[in-house]
């Protein structure tokens, strides 16, 4: 029987169980040694701060896109740090599924924050 999931402390990805790590699961964290190596740093917490500031000022059930938390970080001026705070905009919003704060929507729909591709809304958790 293998133990259930767990979710990668730096990106918010699921960590399926491996073989390798039947004696060493209760201590695995990060799903590579890139998540190991970049854990969860300053701008990530700003940039969860940012998407649960934006979702508070939505009224009920609404979405927001993770580049207005990319722009609420980077400044209004920063388009070259815009494109650099992408990837760890979509990691946040990844950790804020994990602790259960909110959805990943694609068309309206719920999506797996793990599997989901292109542009992504995040919404509070219903």
């Known amino acids: 029987m293998t ?10 990805r699921r960590i399926e169980w491996r073989k390798k790590w039947e004696r060493s699961w209760d ?4 799903c590579s040694a890139a998540c190991r190596k970049r854990r969860v740093g300053p701008t990530d917490r700003a940039l969860e701060d940012a998407i649960l500031d934006l ?16 722009r609420a970080v980077a400044g209004p001026d920063a388009d070259a740090d815009a494109g ?10 990844r ?3 994990a602790s ?3 959805e990943i929507v694609q ?3 719920v ?10 809304r995040v919404r509070r958790a219903r």
């Not at 201590?27 to 990060?30: G, S």
């Not at 650099?84 to 919003?93: F, G, H, S």
């Not at 999506?111 to 992504?120: K, L, M, N, Y």
Request: glycine share 10%; aromatic share 2%.
């Open 3 to 12: 133990p259930a999931p767990k979710t990668c402390e730096s990106c918010g």
């Open 27 to 30: 201590e695995v964290r990060y």
């Open 55 to 70: 979702l508070r000022r939505q009224r009920s059930g609404g979405t927001v896109d993770v580049a207005d938390a990319v």
């Open 84 to 93: 650099e705070l992408t990837e760890p905009a979509r990691r946040a919003a």
């Open 95 to 97: 950790r804020l599924v």
């Open 100 to 102: 259960g704060d909110v």
């Open 107 to 109: 068309h309206g729909s």
């Open 111 to 120: 999506v797996d924050p793990s599997t989901a591709r292109g542009p992504i």
